[in-house]
C-alpha cells in the first residue's frame, strides 16, 4: 500500500513578529495541511514561519511523525512497519533484516 497525500502550504497569519541576533524581523506564519488521498487518515497540520531556516528539516521530520501516526491509524504496528520516504510505500521492516548464520563449533577455555 502506498500512502498517498495532498501538501496545500497557506497563510496562517500575516506579518508575525520574531526576533533573530537581536533584531526584530517580520514574516508569514505558514501552515502546511496533509490531506490524505488514497487511504482513510486524519489530516494533519504543520505551522512555521516562512523562510525558517530549518524549513526542510523541521517538515520532513514532522512528515515521518504523520506517516507514522497514519500507520497506526491504519491498524500497523510503527515498530514493524515503516512508510518509505521517497516512495511512500508501507514497507515491513522484515525486509531489512538480514541474519548470518554463525558457526558455534569452536570452544574456548577461560
Request: aromatic residues 14%; glycine residues 2%; charged residues 30%.
Amino acid at each position: 500500500m502506498k500512502l498517498e497525500y495532498d501538501e496545500i502550504k497557506s497563510i496562517h497569519e500575516e506579518n508575525v513578529q520574531y526576533e533573530k541576533d537581536g533584531e526584530l524581523l517580520t514574516a508569514n506564519l505558514m501552515i502546511t495541511e496533509y490531506v490524505p488521498k488514497s487511504f482513510e487518515g486524519t489530516t494533519k497540520n504543520f505551522c512555521l514561519r516562512e523562510n525558517h531556516e530549518n524549513w526542510d528539516n523541521l517538515h520532513f521530520n514532522f512528515k515521518e511523525k504523520c506517516e507514522r501516526e497514519w500507520l497506526e491509524e491504519l491498524g500497523y504496528d510503527y515498530k514493524l512497519y515503516y512508510v518509505h520516504h521517497l516512495t511512500k510505500e508501507i514497507i515491513s521492516n522484515e525486509s531489512n533484516n538480514y541474519f548470518v548464520e554463525v558457526s558455534n563449533t569452536e570452544s574456548t577455555t577461560i
